[in-house]
Structure formats: structure tokens, C-alpha cells
């Protein structure tokens, strides 16, 4: 059996609000394969969003670890897993999250600015051009490049959104509820090409959602209930 | 590499950054034009008093000292090329069966002079002053009208058929409207001895003839002193002592010496005036020192103006600051997604940080530019201005000036830039550390 590319063992996270510990994960197991695509079902509270963020590293958790290929990686120090992030895992986020000043071309090739010198990126700008021009090609928006955010519609910024997370050719796709702001229609033309991608290369993709239909979609669902995953064995 | 793009393509899509560097740019601006004007206005200023001294003067000499000996211990310095004595005196000028002016506000006199009845007598042997100061050049200068310059400059103070001569400064001369030739009167006191033992003061009247005008390029001197024959004052003031001097001006072989030698002669003076009584007489300053409260007080003002453009550079900072922080928070949502793609806090304070030291340094750099350029071309843009509005931004003869002065100190420049740097980062350094402290989750969670 394969190593997960990335997994939760007994993860528990709390807030603190005033004097009370308010706990959000209670002991979260979870195993993602590489090229799996699971869904994380679950309420409003339910916690979902807090373990992508655990998971993804842009959150400690309380206790319990978070591992990448194997190796726990959540006490890494701060650029560690700054550079983990960029390198292995995108993010595609309910609100996509695009920067407004830039174009599409621009917001796309910011992840590749990201782990580059200046010098180091202007010798290979035109490489980085192209790969971010042929992503966003292949997300339909050739003939969008040089529009910003506040020119596309929420269907072209989702899928703007989806090229950003992939131009680092990462291992693994967190999306946070990526057509929770979208009409059905457009939701369900970004999800055929989410899920297209996600076969193409081979990514492990792990869906946030509370959209049965799209959930049933993924190999695998994982409910989650009050911090807590439930009939879902862990695949560590 | 995102930093300094982010950093750019945040600056360009908001113009209200625009309103910090302006700040930056106008504070430096002022900065070096206006302590250009005033370095160059000081630099004019001790020209123009340089012009009008000697390079030593020995003065606050006791009534008792004699010119012959000190003459002699101040010429066996190697420094000392020449000597000239003068009597100096206190007066008013006016004109025969006329009273005297009264005399305006105090301290009326500091730049111009001449604008009071009061004036300060100089008794002089024009060939000695001639070879120690510029005496022979105030009474050529070019801007005295043909008709009110000395006619004979070897002579100028010889007397006209058996009346002594005075020489006025030119404005003077001209505000009161005497013309060579001209009658006055040079009304005085001395002090003298009563029969009942007690000193009174006597008033001295001397009737003197026009000799004709002045000018050196220090208005206050011309304007508050007159030059008659050292003999002349001398037989009026002073009649039981024909060797009598008050200051002594010295010429120095070697200009860049000046402070030693005054030392030096300092120590003569010392020794010929000794009376064995611990009482040190005579002084002996060189010509700046003998002008430094003047020169000072001109520094001092540009000082002061330094301090009151520091303090608009830092409110224009508090601009910069405002602006900044305006940006960090409406940019709270895209650190998120930094985050999310990699960006570490430190990474997020560096656009931000970016962002501010940008604006600064082409506040800087416009300012420096803009600030010289002006400098440079001032007086050509007072003339333009007099010309299109008539309004004059410097008037240049309450200053004795030809032109805007203007003395551009490469290492003020350096010294200001290094100041708006430090000032731009230090209000940069707050908004950007808010940025790099805000949690990316709580821009995450949703808009």
C-alpha cells in the first residue's frame, strides 16, 4: 500500500474566545492518496474548513500531526512550510480570492513569482509566461489574459483560480467550497474541469463542500460532524 | 520577486499614494532650496563683510596706548604685511543750520545702515588704509555715479583749501541728497575735565566738505560709518595725544593664518600694554571673529528654518503613515492567498515595506532633483515670476544682493535624503508590520 500524500493523525484544534477553549477539531484522522479525490461533507461548524486549513498548513493544530509523504510537517519552522505550501499544495478558495490589480495573466504567474529571486525570474519570464498562458488556456480564458478581476465573471475568476493553484504543478489541490459563490450552471462547468485536471495530472484533491451531488463525484466522502470525521477509516 | 512586483502594481493602482510622496517630494524640496538660499545668502554675507575688513583689527584699546610701539611689535610678526591706525568715534551728520534726524527703532542697522543719524567716525590715514584694506577699491566702485566719486583717489582726504574732507557711504549719500562739494556738519562729544575736578562732556562740532562716496559690498558698514583724516579727528578729539590710536587694522601675508596670528598678536599687544596691574588691554580678532555674532545670527536662522522644514518632513510622513495604513487595510484579503501560495509573514512586510520605501525614495529622489533644479535656476525663475505677476519673491536690494544667492552643500543633500529615508521607513515599518501580523485565515474564511 502507497504512502498518503497527505494525512491528519489525532489532529484536535481549539480556539480561544475570552476564558473558553472552544474546540473545532476533536482528533481528526484522515489520509489523502495521491491522484484520490475525496470530499469533505459536512454542516456549517462542522469543522471542514479548519482541517483544510490544518491540513494545508496555514494553520498549527492544537495537538496531533500533519503529514506530508509520510513526514510530519506541521512544527516545521515558518518558511518551511511557507515553501511546502508553494511547492506541493494549492489552494482554490470559495471567493477566489484573485489579487483586483492584476491581470489574469498576472495573478497566475504571482505563484511563480513566489519562489523566485528577481534575477532568477527574469531569466525565465518567459518560460513562466507560457506555462501560465497555456494554463489559463486550458481553464478557456486564452482570450482573457489581460483582464482583471473586476472584468471577469465569478465562473472566469474560479477558473483564474484554479490555474494559480496549479502553475507550481503541486501534488495536491485543497479547494474550499470552490462553487459555493457560483451558479449552478457555471458550478458545474468549473467542476467538470476542476475534476478533469485533477485526472490529467494525477493530483490529490481534496473537495470541501456541502454538495451531496458533488461530493458523490469524488472515490471517497468524508463527513464530518462537530470536529469530528465520522465512518471514515484513516489510511495512515 | 512578488514583493517588489506586488509593491509597484500596489503604488500604481492607488493615486492617493501619490499625496505621500508628495509630501516627501515638497519637504525635500524645501529643504535644499531653502537651506541652498541660506547657505548661499551666508556665504554673500561674509563675502560682503570680508570686503569691508581688514583681516585683524586690534581694538578696545586703553585711552593711554600710543601707535608707535604697538605699531612696532605688531610688524615684527612674519605674518603682518601692513598696519594702518584709526581713531574711532561717534557722531551725527548734518547739514549746516540743520538738526540732525531723529534716530528710527533700534537695531534698524544690522544689514543696511545708514537709516539713523548716529554714525560711527573713522579717523584714518587714507595711504596706510589703502595698503591694509580695500579702501582704495570702495572709493572706485563701479556703481558710484561719475559725479560723486572722489576726485583725487590718491589724495581723498586731503583738505579743500584748509577744510577737511569726509568721505560717506553711497546710500547714505544719496538718501540725503549731498553732492560732492557739500557742506556738513559732524556734530560729537569728548570727554573733558572740569575745574572742579569732575569730567564733563563737551560737544564738538566739526564743519567738513563732501569729499565724496564709498561702497563696499557690506550696506551696514557704508551706511553707519564716514571717513575723515586720522589728524583732523584727532587735533579735534584728542589734542593732547598725538600719538593717540583706538584700533589698528593689520594685513596678513597669509590669509589662511589668520587665527594664529591673531593669537600671536594677541600676545604683543599684551606685552606693549602691560602696566604690571593684571589687567589685560587691547583686543585682537580677525575679521571673522570681530564679525561673528553677525555671522552667527545669520547661521543660527538658517538653523532654525532647518528645524522647522525637519518638522513638515515628518508631518508629511504622518501623511505617508496615513495613506499606508489606508492600503494595508484594504488589502487585508489579499494577504490571505499570499499566505496560502507561500508568502511568509516576513515576505508580506516586505511588500508592505516595499510599498512605503518606494513612495520615499522617489519622494527623495523627485525632491532632490526638483530642490537642486530650483536652487540652480532661482534667479532666473524670480525674474520670470516678476515678470508674469509682478511680484517680487526676493527682493534682492534689502539683501545688498546681485542676484538670489544659492550654495548647493552636496553633503546636506545626502545629509536630507538620509533623513527622509530614515523617516520614510520608520513610518513604512508600522503598517507593514500590521500587514505581516494579520491573521491570513480571518481573510480566508470568506469576504
Same mark, same amino acid.
Given at each position: ?40 461533507? *459536512? !454542516?456549517?461548524? @462542522?469543522?471542514?474548513?479548519? +482541517? =483544510?486549513?490544518?491540513? &494545508? /498548513?496555514? #494553520? ?65 519570464? *518567459? !518560460?513562466?509566461? @507560457?506555462?501560465?498562458?497555456? +494554463? =489559463?488556456?486550458?481553464? &478557456? /480564458?486564452? #482570450? ?93 | ?447
Amino acid at each position: 500500500m502507497s504512502t498518503p500524500v497527505l494525512a491528519a493523525a489525532n489532529v484536535t484544534k481549539s480556539y480561544r474566545l475570552g476564558k473558553r477553549e472552544i474546540p473545532v477539531l476533536r482528533g481528526v484522522d484522515l489520509a489523502l492518496m495521491p491522484g484520490e479525490r475525496v470530499a469533505l461533507l *459536512g !454542516a456549517s461548524g @462542522a469543522g471542514k474548513s479548519t +482541517l =483544510l486549513h490544518v491540513l &494545508g /498548513l496555514l #494553520d498549527a493544530p492544537t495537538s496531533g500531526q500533519v503529514l506530508f509523504d509520510g513526514r510530519p510537517v506541521h512544527d516545521l519552522p515558518v518558511a518551511e512550510r511557507a515553501r511546502l505550501r508553494h511547492e506541493h499544495t494549492g489552494f482554490v478558495f470559495q471567493f477566489y480570492h484573485l489579487i483586483p490589480e492584476l491581470t489574469a495573466l498576472q495573478n497566475v504567474l504571482l505563484a511563480r513569482m513566489m519562489a523566485t529571486s528577481t534575477l532568477a525570474y527574469w531569466r525565465t519570464r *518567459g !518560460a513562466a509566461r @507560457a506555462a501560465a498562458m497555456d +494554463l =489559463l488556456a486550458q481553464v &478557456g /480564458l486564452q #482570450d482573457r489574459l489581460h483582464h482583471r478581476p473586476s472584468e471577469l465573471s465569478g465562473g472566469e475568476r474560479q477558473r483564474v483560480a484554479i490555474a494559480r493553484a496549479l502553475l507550481a504543478e503541486p501534488k495536491v489541490v485543497l479547494a474550499d467550497e470552490p462553487t459555493g459563490n457560483l451558479d449552478s450552471a457555471t458550478a458545474a462547468g468549473v467542476v467538470e474541469l476542476m475534476f478533469s485536471i485533477q485526472q490529467q495530472r494525477g493530483l490529490a484533491f481534496l473537495l470541501v463542500t456541502h454538495n451531496e451531488d458533488l461530493a458523490r463525484r469524488c472515490d471517497r466522502i468524508v463527513r464530518m460532524r462537530d470536529g469530528v470525521v465520522q465512518g471514515e477509516p484513516a489510511r495512515t | 520577486m512578488y514583493r517588489l512586483f506586488l509593491a509597484v502594481r500596489y503604488l500604481l493602482t492607488r493615486p492617493i499614494n501619490l499625496l505621500g510622496m508628495a509630501g516627501i517630494l515638497v519637504s525635500v524640496w524645501a529643504l535644499v532650496v531653502v537651506v541652498s538660499i541660506f547657505s548661499g545668502f551666508l556665504q554673500q554675507i561674509e563675502l560682503h563683510v570680508r570686503s569691508a575688513s581688514a583681516d585683524i583689527s586690534v581694538h578696545e584699546l586703553p585711552a593711554w596706548a600710543e601707535w608707535t610701539p604697538l605699531e612696532r611689535a605688531l610688524r615684527d610678526d612674519p605674518n603682518v604685511a601692513d598696519t594702518a591706525r584709526r581713531l574711532v568715534h561717534y557722531g551725527m551728520l548734518s547739514r549746516p543750520g540743520q538738526r540732525p534726524a531723529s534716530p528710527p527703532l533700534l537695531g534698524r542697522s544690522a544689514l543696511h545702515g545708514g537709516d539713523q543719524p548716529f554714525l560711527f567716525v573713522l579717523g584714518i590715514d587714507a595711504a596706510a588704509e589703502a595698503r591694509v584694506t580695500g579702501f582704495g577699491s570702495w572709493l572706485e566702485n563701479p556703481e558710484i555715479p561719475a559725479e560723486l566719486r572722489v576726485a583725487d583717489r590718491t589724495r581723498p582726504l586731503a583738505a579743500d583749501a584748509g577744510r577737511p574732507r569726509v568721505l560717506v557711504g553711497l546710500e547714505r549719500l544719496q538718501r540725503e541728497g549731498l553732492h560732492r562739494g557739500d557742506t556738513v556738519v559732524l556734530t560729537s562729544g569728548r570727554l573733558q575735565s572740569e575745574p572742579d575736578g569732575q569730567k564733563g562732556l563737551q560737544q564738538v562740532t566739526l564743519e567738513l566738505v563732501v569729499a565724496g562716496a564709498f561702497k563696499t559690498h557690506h550696506g551696514g558698514f557704508d551706511g553707519n560709518n564716514v571717513f575723515v583724516d586720522h589728524e583732523v579727528l584727532r587735533a579735534a578729539l584728542f589734542p593732547d595725544a598725538p600719538d593717540g590710536v583706538q584700533e589698528i587694522a593689520v594685513r596678513c601675508r597669509d590669509a589662511a593664518t589668520l587665527d594664529a596670528t591673531a593669537t600671536r598678536l594677541q600676545r604683543a599687544v599684551a606685552r606693549v600694554l602691560d602696566r604690571g596691574d593684571d589687567r589685560a588691554y587691547g583686543k585682537v580678532q580677525t575679521w571673522r571673529e570681530k564679525n561673528g555674532q553677525f555671522l552667527a545670527s545669520v547661521e543660527h536662522q538658517r538653523g532654525l528654518l532647518k528645524i522647522v522644514l525637519i518638522v513638515i518632513m515628518v508631518t508629511a510622513a504622518f501623511l505617508m503613515l496615513a495613506t499606508l495604513s489606508m492600503m494595508v487595510t484594504e488589502k487585508t484579503s489579499d494577504i490571505g492567498i499570499l499566505t496560502a501560495m507561500g508568502a511568509t509573514p516576513l515576505g508580506v512586510l516586505q511588500v508592505f515595506l516595499a510599498c512605503g520605501l518606494t513612495i520615499t525614495a522617489a519622494g527623495v529622489v523627485l525632491g532632490l532633483l526638483l530642490g537642486t533644479v530650483t536652487s540652480v535656476f532661482l534667479e532666473e525663475i524670480r525674474q520670470f515670476v516678476l515678470w508674469a505677476t509682478s511680484i517680487d519673491l526676493f527682493p534682492l536690494k534689502v539683501y545688498n544682493l546681485d542676484r538670489v544667492p544659492c550654495a548647493i552643500d552636496p553633503l546636506w543633500l545626502l545629509q536630507v535624503a538620509a533623513m527622509a529615508l530614515a523617516v520614510g521607513t520608520v513610518v513604512s515599518a508600522w503598517p507593514a508590520w500590521r500587514a505581516a501580523r494579520h491573521d491570513p485565515l480571518v481573510s480566508l474564511r470568506g469576504n
